[in-house]
């Protein structure tokens, strides 16, 4: 059975997301990254991190007086997890609903449509 991860909110999410593109990376670090983009207090992302790590969602290294955080949670699972959440909560657990309506409200590139129509082939011969 596939452990269960510990959903995160969307600052939670913006954090591991700047871990997963970085590494491992003091309080400092993510924080100057997450005010690249809107102003956030040093002390709101330190108390985030905090709560990350009692979520294990982030790992937090002690060893030297400035602390290193590192994602405790893969890219690939955190992305899987919430979007089935997405897909139950939106979609009544429909991908198809999901997918036609992705594809409905954007226009799709020659390359975005050959890489699903590789994907659809990959899964019907259940590779």
Known sequence: MQKQISKPTESELE????????GPSSV?????????KREVGYTTTLKIMQIM???????RNTESRTHIYSANVSEADTQKQLLQKFVDATFRGSAMKMVLQALGNHEASNEELEKIKALIKT?????
Do not use: Y
Request: hydrophobic fraction near 50%.
């Open 15 to 22: 954090i591991l997301q700047i871990l997963w593109q970085v």
């Open 28 to 36: 400092r670090f993510v924080n100057d990254k997450l005010n690249q």
């Open 53 to 59: 790590a009692d979520k294990h969602l982030v790992l």
């Open 123 to 127: 899964i019907e011969k259940g590779e």
